[in-house]
């Protein structure tokens, strides 16, 4: 049986979502991470703006530079 599709052509239809699902999941988990913390920061205290440098803290922790 030949299936029609891009990487994930020759996996059956049920394990080509599996694969899709794991992925899409694995790149969007830190940008929600990043993204929750980030309004945490502004929840506590929210007579002001989150400023630069927190959110430069925030996303260093989610996204390391690479060495």
Known sequence: MRYAGGAGA???PSKRWRTCR???GRLVAPFAAALLELVQAQADDTSRFVGLPTWMQI???HFPRPQ
């Open 59 to 61: 996303l260093d922790r």
């Open 22 to 24: 794991w992925t899409v």
């Open 10 to 12: 020759r996996l059956p």
